[in-house]
């Protein structure tokens, strides 16, 4: 089955940085990565996905960069702000109705 | 549109209790997927249904847990009888064949 390796576990940033989350996936089946945020105590919410066809989608300041003969796609986020403070998670999708599999989430902390 | 809606928010229940979850989907998605999230974890697929049909139930602990969704809509997820290390957050999902998933509020299980 699919795994999904996720870099960093935790993240500190000063507001207005940048930052960059990685993640790794190993069947190459997979052509849909989505990322989702979680709140502290709440759902996990879809901020941006990308599919296998595109190499790279950007909306406002979080953008996504996908390698698929590396097998790994980033989340970028430009001037971050304290609101972006959350569990940010990967997941991979081999479609077909093939199940998501999660990354193990980066926990993101903008100071102010 | 009214999003996942999860019941109850939160159970509290001593060890050997039954308990049992119950998810109202996204009207029209017919992918429905029972998480699992720890603390500190990304959420990890116990089962998943294409309308009525459990098409991935690898990971579901079939000897205490069961999982139903009759008519291909609402589903339950019962524990009988509940461990302390069944103690997590309940995610329900739903999406629309292998699109995003849309995830619900949770339910906080916590087994004494």
């Known amino acids: 089955g699919e795994n999904v390796e996720q870099h960093p576990s935790t993240l500190s940033v000063q507001e207005g940085d940048s930052a960059v989350i990685k993640c790794t996936y190993s069947?190459?089946?997979?052509?849909?990565f989505p990322w989702y945020k979680q709140e502290l105590g709440k759902r996990p919410q879809l901020i941006i996905d990308?599919?296998?066809?595109?190499g790279e989608k950007k909306d406002q300041r979080i953008a996504v960069t996908l390698n698929k003969t590396a097998k790994h796609f980033s989340l970028h986020i430009t001037e971050t702000q304290p609101e972006d403070s959350a569990v940010y998670f990967c997941?991979?999708?081999?479609?077909?109705?093939?199940?998501?599999?999660f990354g193990t989430g980066t926990k993101l902390q903008v100071i102010p | 549109e009214a999003g996942v809606v999860q019941s109850p928010r939160y159970k509290i229940i001593e060890k050997k209790q039954p308990v049992a979850f119950w998810c109202n989907p996204i009207?029209?998605?017919?992918?429905l997927y029972w998480y699992r999230q720890n603390l500190g974890q990304g959420p990890e697929l116990l089962i998943r249904?294409?309308?009525?049909?459990?098409?991935?139930d690898s990971q579901l602990p079939k000897d205490r847990f069961s999982a139903e969704r009759l008519k291909g809509v609402d589903s339950t997820l019962k524990i009988q009888p509940a461990e302390l290390g069944d103690s997590a957050v309940y995610l329900c999902?739903?999406?629309?064949?292998?699109?995003?998933?849309?995830f619900g509020q949770g339910t906080r299980l916590t087994v004494v």
């Open positions: 999902a739903s999406s629309q064949g292998s699109a995003e998933a849309f």
């Open positions: 069947d190459s089946a997979s052509n849909y």
């Open positions: 990308i599919r296998s066809n595109v």
């Open positions: 997941a991979a999708n081999p479609g077909g109705y093939q199940k998501v599999t």
């Open positions: 009207s029209g998605h017919n992918t």
């Open positions: 249904y294409e309308n009525e049909e459990a098409v991935d």
